[in-house]
């Protein structure tokens, strides 16, 4: 028995545990129908969706929080499937925003990992010489990102700035072939 109230992945968890234990939240999708019985009262209508959209919806419903229909996934493999199914401009800056905004954290994490290797030493060297060069690699990408954010969050997007295309060389007449024979 939980003792919190139910999460948004809480409820795509209780969802997809529907089909099988273990199945990766992101590989289900619901299906809903009417039961043939009514289904002419209501047009025999259905719906489908991934389970976590769905799951956001009825967390929403359950708690009376705003549902602006898709919101962007906050976990990276949930992040990476919104990224290969998003099919606007908007969903996909908003994937790429909301990468760029955890890229400071994953900087910090191994920030402390190599703090963390450094007062210790518990790793085997050339692993930790690559938490120590992965920690530096993401905090350079972190801080580089930071205008690619501002760029992605625009109500407009700026305009690439406009440059001359050089002029092709002049065609170089083709030497006729020979005959066959």
Excluded at 116 to 133: N, S
Aim: positive net charge.
């Amino acid at each position: 028995m939980p003792t919190h109230d139910p999460t948004v992945d809480d409820v795509a968890r209780a969802l997809a545990n529907r089909i099988t234990r273990d199945i990766p939240v992101q590989d289900v999708i619901a299906n809903f129908t009417v039961r043939p019985l009514n289904a002419a009262a209501w047009g025999h209508r259905g719906s489908g969706a991934p389970v976590m959209s769905i799951a956001r919806a009825v967390h929403a419903d359950l708690y009376g929080l705003r549902f602006d229909g898709e919101a962007t996934p906050q976990s990276l493999p949930m992040l990476a499937h919104s990224a290969g199914y998003a099919s606007t401009r908007d969903r996909r800056n908003a994937v790429l925003v909301q990468l760029v905004e955890q890229l400071p954290h994953l900087a910090e994490i191994l920030n402390l990992a190599a703090t963390w290797e450094r007062q210790h030493a518990e790793l085997p060297p050339d692993i930790a010489e690559w938490v120590t060069k992965a920690a530096g690699l993401a905090d350079l990408l972190a801080d580089d990102l930071t205008p690619v954010r501002q760029a992605l969050t625009q109500e407009t997007p700026p305009s690439a700035p406009k440059t001359k295309r050089p002029a092709s060389p002049p065609a170089t007449p083709r030497r006729p072939r020979p005959p066959r024979r």
